[in-house]
């Protein structure tokens, strides 16, 4: 029988990780997300372990930080022909919660791709699902424009980021709380906004009149040519219910196609037991969901 021991993850080891759970996820964790994620200051390498089988790296697990101070959460939870490895995830997993225990966060949660056998893994330890994610495409070439006129469109630049970027967080009231949460604040979520347009992203705000009612967003060529990442369409509460979302979608399909893209795919997070409001939208304007996955919780 294979040796098996679960170890910390060497430097030259960090290379061939995104890929490696790619392929072992069967697509569901992305390769741009996972780069961006091991190159930012929510990795540390002492938090990321490795499944070694007599000299081979056959899994992987890592604790990152959220950008609430002392908030973590455990991911790529991840190994190869998974279903003849139990053993070996829960070796790994019990391995980031030992180290998980000498950082004493205030919260922890996981996310995972909705496939077996991370799921029962998870919920083995005492984790329970809390909320489902959805990975939604757009085919760009079918979509049809429908133009509507109650809706100015300007996009965001660095200048006028500063002065909507406050409504930006409240367009995400009340089913993104927890993500505000997460971010530390209302403070440090618009912070992040304005961060992202320094880092690629780019967004349109929507007006009637001089009233900001919506925003929606993208990252051009995220995947690779053509590919772009969608960041989402928002309302303002007290606009909701107008039809503002579907424009907002339109206007970013439309825009998507100008800037040369074919195909845009989002990520958006959805109830256990229904679909939030976004999702239902993201599929009444022909997205495609082909992924999904569970973010899950222990009991305090």
Not at 162 to 180: A, K, L, T
Not at 183 to 199: H, I, N, P, T, W
Request: aromatic letters at 12%.
């Amino acid at each position: 029988m294979p040796r098996t021991i679960v170890r910390k993850i060497e430097q030259d080891e960090l290379e061939s990780l995104p890929k490696n759970i790619q392929v072992w996820t069967s697509g569901f964790v992305e390769l741009p997300a996972t780069k961006k994620v091991i190159s930012s200051d929510a990795f540390n390498p002492a938090g990321c372990f490795v499944a070694d089988e007599d000299g081979a790296v056959v899994g992987y697990v890592a604790v990152t930080n959220l950008p609430r101070k002392n908030w973590m959460t455990i991911r790529y939870l991840s190994a190869k022909q998974a279903m003849s490895r139990v053993d070996t995830l829960e070796k790994l997993l019990s391995r980031a919660l030992e180290y998980v225990e000498t950082k004493k966060p205030e919260f922890l949660r996981v996310t995972t791709p909705a496939v077996q056998p991370y799921v029962d893994v998870y919920k083995s330890f005492g984790f329970k699902p809390v909320r489902r994610d959805f990975r939604i495409g757009w085919d760009l070439r079918r979509a049809k424009y429908s133009p509507r006129s109650e809706i100015d469109i300007l996009e965001v630049t660095d200048k006028t980021a500063q002065e909507v970027d406050s409504i930006f967080v409240e367009s995400q009231r009340p089913y993104w709380e927890w993500r505000i949460e997460e971010r530390g604040g209302v403070e440090a979520a618009a912070r992040s906004f304005r961060d992202g347009l320094k880092q690629g992203e780019r967004w349109l705000s929507g007006y009637v009149g001089k009233t900001v009612v919506g925003f929606t967003g993208l990252i051009p060529d995220y995947y690779e040519a053509g590919e772009a990442r969608f960041r989402g369409a928002f309302v303002l509460p007290n606009h909701r219910g107008k039809g503002y979302g579907r424009t907002l979608m339109n206007e970013a399909m439309e825009w998507a196609k100008k800037l040369g893209q074919n195909k845009m795919t989002a990520y958006t997070f959805s109830y256990l037991d229904c679909l939030a409001p976004g999702a239902l939208l993201y599929i009444k304007c022909g997205g495609k969901i082909d992924g999904e996955y569970l973010q899950l919780q222990r009991a305090s």
